[in-house]
């Protein structure tokens, strides 16, 4: 049975340099978009991974510090900056008590699929505030907690989504087949996210929507499956600017 340092090794073999093809092909374009020029841009990257986001930005001279809870991650990330002479400032830490970081210290945080793994969303989202500059800003993606908590099923009608419990927070335990321990994801509808980044004195800038180009063989091979999976965005990507 594998174990949560084998699970950080095979996520670091799947995101790699470039991130999976969800991140190459959905969700970065959208993201880069969002962050336009960070030539110089102090960025937090919160809950890193292995840190292949930050190191990308490193490479397009912005200033960044990596943050994730799992020291595993950390450790392969640090291993990997040293392998290409990158020099990027690193804390473990639960993104929700951001001790070692100081107030208005960041022009931009960035979060690529994390949100929805954190557990204390609103102490995150806090210490997102305190950290940024006035006008600076966050970007964060996560999968479509619409799209996440409805069960997909076919008739003869086609396929349709049943949606369980959307206005209740609650928790998704992942078995993680093949490996010797569980991971925990929690469901908070959109409007969670909207008020409280409005209770921390964010404004939204922008709001995506996107369905996964991930031309998985069981999309290629079900055309109608496909089409709907285009009407049921697979993730969503928030800009919002600190006042
Ligand atoms: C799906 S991974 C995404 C990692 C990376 N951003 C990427 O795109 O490859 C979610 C990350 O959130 C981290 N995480 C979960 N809870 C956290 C917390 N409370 N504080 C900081 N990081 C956390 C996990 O360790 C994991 O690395």
Redesign the pocket.
């Given at each position: 049975m594998k174990t949560r340092n084998d699970y950080a090794k095979d996520?670091d073999k799947k995101?790699w340099e470039t991130?999976?093809l969800d991140?190459r092909e959905t969700l970065n374009p959208v993201v880069f978009k969002l962050l336009w020029d960070v030539k110089n841009k102090k960025i937090l990257?919160?809950?890193?991974?292995?840190?292949?986001?930050s190191r990308l930005l490193t490479k397009q001279w912005a200033n960044v510090t990596g943050?994730?809870?799992?020291e595993d991650?950390i450790k392969i990330g640090e291993q990997r900056n040293q392998e290409q002479s990158l020099k990027i400032k690193y804390f473990v830490?639960?993104?929700?008590n951001l001790k070692d970081l100081k107030d208005n210290e960041f022009d931009i945080v960035v979060?690529?699929?994390?949100f929805m793994?954190?557990?204390?969303i609103k102490g995150?989202i806090e210490e997102c505030s305190r950290v940024l500059k006035n006008n600076g800003f966050i970007i964060f993606s996560l999968i479509n907690p619409i799209f996440w908590i409805s069960e997909r099923t076919k008739d003869d009608n086609g396929y349709f989504l049943k949606l369980i419990k959307y206005n209740t927070n609650s928790t998704i335990t992942n078995e993680n087949r093949g490996y010797n321990f569980k991971t925990t994801h929690y469901h908070r509808p959109i409007w969670y996210y909207i008020n409280t980044l409005v209770e921390n004195d964010f404004y939204i800038t922008n709001y995506e929507e996107v369905s996964t180009k991930y031309f998985r063989w069981e999309l290629i091979q079900d055309k109608e499956f496909f089409d709907f999976i285009q009407e049921f965005p697979s993730f969503l990507i928030i800009k919002a600017h600190k006042k």
């Amino acid at each position: 049975m594998k174990t949560r340092n084998d699970y950080a090794k095979d996520y670091d073999k799947k995101v790699w340099e470039t991130g999976d093809l969800d991140h190459r092909e959905t969700l970065n374009p959208v993201v880069f978009k969002l962050l336009w020029d960070v030539k110089n841009k102090k960025i937090l990257d919160l809950g890193c991974g292995q840190w292949y986001f930050s190191r990308l930005l490193t490479k397009q001279w912005a200033n960044v510090t990596g943050i994730d809870i799992s020291e595993d991650l950390i450790k392969i990330g640090e291993q990997r900056n040293q392998e290409q002479s990158l020099k990027i400032k690193y804390f473990v830490s639960d993104a929700a008590n951001l001790k070692d970081l100081k107030d208005n210290e960041f022009d931009i945080v960035v979060s690529n699929m994390a949100f929805m793994d954190i557990e204390n969303i609103k102490g995150t989202i806090e210490e997102c505030s305190r950290v940024l500059k006035n006008n600076g800003f966050i970007i964060f993606s996560l999968i479509n907690p619409i799209f996440w908590i409805s069960e997909r099923t076919k008739d003869d009608n086609g396929y349709f989504l049943k949606l369980i419990k959307y206005n209740t927070n609650s928790t998704i335990t992942n078995e993680n087949r093949g490996y010797n321990f569980k991971t925990t994801h929690y469901h908070r509808p959109i409007w969670y996210y909207i008020n409280t980044l409005v209770e921390n004195d964010f404004y939204i800038t922008n709001y995506e929507e996107v369905s996964t180009k991930y031309f998985r063989w069981e999309l290629i091979q079900d055309k109608e499956f496909f089409d709907f999976i285009q009407e049921f965005p697979s993730f969503l990507i928030i800009k919002a600017h600190k006042k």
